[in-house]
């Protein structure tokens, strides 16, 4: 039991670690919203999308990576700002 304890604080962490770096990314382009609502925003639907592959009920997810970022960037575009709307960086 201490293993999967252990497994499961190191993945805490680097889901925690994750989150703070999209967060930091979108504060730095206009993001003024709650940084854990537009972390979910944001990945929300290719986290999802990657559940259902997990499953066995989801296409595979590198044929999905292209309409989930396009997606992904309308879906967050409208909370930043215009610099970063027109910017091509994920």
Known sequence: MG???TEASGIAA???AF???VAD???GRGWDGEPALGVVVWTGPAHEYT???LLGSGGAPDGAAAPLARAARHAIAPYLSADARED???
């Open 19 to 21: 989150s703070g770096t």
């Open 3 to 5: 293993t999967a304890l």
């Open 51 to 53: 559940r259902a592959w």
């Open 14 to 16: 680097r889901s925690r």
């Open 88 to 90: 091509d960086t994920p």
């Open 25 to 27: 990314w979108l504060r």
